[in-house]
């Protein structure tokens, strides 16, 4: 099984959707969820274009198939009120840090980002995921689902 299909499961798991709603502070002073922010193969098509790079499959599939609130926080295909911004957005070369090889899908408080590092997709269409401090780019995970598997709170 796939680490994205892997993560996707225990997305189920009350103490994950839990833990991912508090760090997207819903239910506190944050967003109302609104339910059906699933992205289509047509937006997915559209942050591709506007991008200029195939997003990989796993990212693909996390957007289509899930809720965002319901996920580790990180920028969606859809419009800037679901995290602030979107992965096209975030994205724009006038605004970002990173070097346009690196696709941003998330910030930390500190002002790091995670990127795909779009050079080097592997036979599948993924690509390895770095941490950009604003220097350099170090790698943290061969793909999404790895990266996303690490994020996840540990089961008691």
Known sequence: ??????YIERLSDPAVRAEHRRLN????????????????????AAAEEALGVRLPPSYKKLVTTTEPYDNYPMYWVLGSDVYGGDV???NDPALKAAPPHLITFVETDD???????????????????VRFDGDDAEPVAKD???????????AR
């Open 111 to 129: 002002g790091d980002e995670f990127c795909f590092d779009t050079r080097r997709p592997d036979a599948r269409g993924e690509y390895p995921i």
């Open 88 to 90: 096209v957005s975030i």
């Open 144 to 154: 999404l689902g790895e990266f996303l598997l690490a994020k996840l709170p540990k």
């Open 1 to 6: 099984m796939e680490a994205i299909d892997q």
């Open 25 to 44: 502070a819903v239910g506190e002073a944050g967003p109302d969820v609104d339910h059906g922010r699933r992205a289509n193969e047509k937006q997915v």
